[in-house]
C-alpha cells in the first residue's frame, strides 16, 4: 500500500477509531430510513408503478444517495450525524470516483450475506475497523472531531 503512513495509526492514535464501528452501525440505520422515506416520496410520482420495481427503485435512491452524499462531504447523513467520515488511503477526503467505487462495493457485499456478514465482523475487531470494501479500496472511515 502506497500511502499507509497517511492514514491515523491504529495504535498511536486511538482516539480516530474509538467507537467508530457502532458509529457506522448506527449511521447505517439512519441511512436505511432516509432512503426508505426518499424511495415512498417518490412512488406516488410514478403514479404508483413503481411498486412493481419496488426494490430495483429502493437499490437505485440507496446507490444515488451514498454516491451524492460521500462524493460531497465524504459522509453520508447518518454518518454527518455520527460524527464520521470516511478517508482515502493516502489521508484526503472521498472524491466522486471513490464514492463511487465504494458505494459499488458496499452494494455488492449487501447483494450476498457471506460478504457482508465478515464486513462486519471486520469492522468490529480490525484495528481500523475497515469493512471488506474499505480494506479492498485502502479507506477508513474516522471520527470527524480528529482531524488529521
Known sequence: MMYANALPDPEYQAEFYEGVALKRGLAWVVDTILTAIITA?????????????????????NFAYRWMTLSGKSATFGM??????????????????????HTLGYAISMAFVLPQVLSIFMMIFGPRGQGLTDTVLGTVAVNRVARF
Open 80 to 101: 454527518r450525524l455520527a460524527a464520521i467520515e470516511f478517508r482515502r488511503a493516502d489521508g484526503q477526503p472521498f472524491d466522486s470516483g471513490t464514492a463511487a467505487l
Open 41 to 61: 416520496l417518490i412512488v406516488p410520482f410514478t403514479a404508483f408503478t413503481a411498486l412493481f420495481f419496488l426494490p430495483l427503485l429502493y437499490l437505485t435512491v
